[in-house]
């Protein structure tokens, strides 16, 4: 099944010529799934293929034909300065371990996908942004005390995300003692806590907070809220795309005019997360 998912983004992205981020403009597509861009008032052309989660209540949620998240909408928002209309975007699930893979092999125009931003990132990937600061932390069985911070974790089984920052931070500087399972994905990770089969989940505190907030997992598991890292989320891009001033100009101009503060606030208010204000909202970094 999932060779087949496969087969089929890589036929779709045959079909679909790119047109977002790309200098390409042989638009030789034979119409398809999209049923093709018109042209709005100074828009762009084309369609742009969003990378996103699929599995991160929250932040990036595919529910039927619903795509619903702070990623998701801000993706939208930035999207819609570039010139593109809401019909005009195709999300494209981008697991962690794949990201780099989708923006290099052009699968993907540009990824909104809790993406931090790091120098090893950079050697093959671009970034624009920081949109969000997130910190890494732990989420345990509700009724677990003896876990306080990465420190208590000796002894323990913890699940994580392979490709992911936080994976990598645990094997670099908490590894002694520690037996590391590695997931595809952050909610099969929070159903083998819930099973009882690691005693705890470690990412970003603002995808934790979403996962425990879901009616299936509410009562049985904590964030323990003592973060010990900074993720600056960034958009994917692929290396030295031109695409990153205007996406900055456009982060910036989501947080002057309060969409930012709205966007966060309905996506993942009812989870109960608060964002680290002295980090956020962040500044856009300069584009290199
Ligand atoms: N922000 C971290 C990262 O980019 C962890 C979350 C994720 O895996 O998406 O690796």
Do not use: H
């Amino acid at each position: 099944m999932r060779t087949g998912r496969v087969v089929t983004a890589l036929a779709a992205a045959a079909m679909l010529s790119l047109s977002g981020c790309s200098s390409s403009d042989d638009d030789d597509a034979d119409s398809g799934s999209t049923g093709g861009a018109s042209e709005s008032s100074g828009g762009a052309q084309g369609t742009v293929r969003i990378g996103i989660k699929f599995d991160q209540p929250g932040l990036g949620f595919k529910d039927g034909d619903e795509y619903t998240g702070f990623d998701v909408d801000v993706a939208r928002y930035v999207a819609n300065e570039l010139g593109y209309g809401e019909d005009q975007i195709e999300f494209v699930q981008s697991p962690s371990a794949q990201r780099e893979n989708l923006l290099e092999t052009g699968q993907v125009d540009m990824i909104f996908a809790t993406y931090s931003i790091t120098d090893k990132r950079k050697e093959v990937v671009s970034f624009g942004g920081p949109y969000f600061v997130a910190g890494q932390d732990l989420l345990v069985a509700a009724d677990d005390d003896s876990i306080k911070g990465p420190e208590d974790l000796e002894g323990k089984n913890l699940c994580s995300v392979t490709g992911s920052t936080s994976a990598q931070r645990i094997k670099d500087e908490y590894a002694t003692g520690t037996n590391l399972l590695e997931q595809p994905g952050y909610a099969e990770c929070v159903t083998a806590l819930t099973a009882g089969s690691v005693d705890a989940v470690t990412t970003d505190d603002i995808i934790l907070a979403g996962l425990a907030a879901v009616p299936a997992n509410k009562g049985k598991v904590k964030v323990v809220g003592n973060p010990f890292s900074e993720e600056n989320y960034g958009v994917g891009l692929p290396k030295d795309s031109d695409k990153c001033e205007a996406i900055n100009t456009a982060i910036k101009k989501m947080i002057e005019d309060g969409t930012w503060d709205e966007l966060l606030a309905d996506n993942v208010g009812a989870s109960g997360y608060k964002a680290n204000t002295d980090l956020n909202p962040p500044k856009p970094a300069a584009c290199s």
